[in-house]
């Protein structure tokens, strides 16, 4: 079993900021990529940031600039630090993580793993 724990959502003003952590935690191996995704209501999900084991980083055109992504491999948690929110920001930020398996037998597997969502809304 392995669980993926947000926190940090809630109601911001425009122009504020929030910061948001995704805790992965119980079976899991090695972790390669961590990523935020978010969904507005209406809306597909979307990619909004990744990073990578090494700390490589990429995000969507809307928030480069604004956002910034980082990890904590020895605390197999992921960050997504998010400044100048505006309402288009609005939407239920995911946490998404790919991991190899933990055990001898499926070391070589990755699995994909997601978190329960948190809301964040940007508004006055």
């Known amino acids: 079993q392995v669980q993926l724990m947000e926190s940090g959502g809630g109601l911001v003003q425009p122009g504020g900021s929030l910061r948001l952590s995704c805790a992965a935690s119980g079976d899991i191996g090695n972790i390669a990529a961590m990523r935020w995704y978010r969904q507005a209501t209406g809306r597909q999900r979307e990619l909004v940031a990744a990073v990578n084991y090494g700390g490589g980083t990429n995000y969507a055109t809307s928030v480069e600039g604004r956002f910034t992504i980082s990890r904590d491999n020895a605390k197999n948690t992921v960050y997504l630090q998010m400044n100048s929110l505006k309402s288009e920001d609005t939407a239920v930020y995911y946490c998404?993580?790919?991991?190899?398996?933990?055990?001898?037998?499926?070391?070589?597997?990755?699995?994909?793993?997601w978190g329960q969502g948190t809301q964040v809304t940007v508004s006055s």
């Open positions: 998404n993580v790919d991991s190899y398996g933990s055990k001898e037998y499926n070391r070589d597997t990755m699995y994909d793993y």
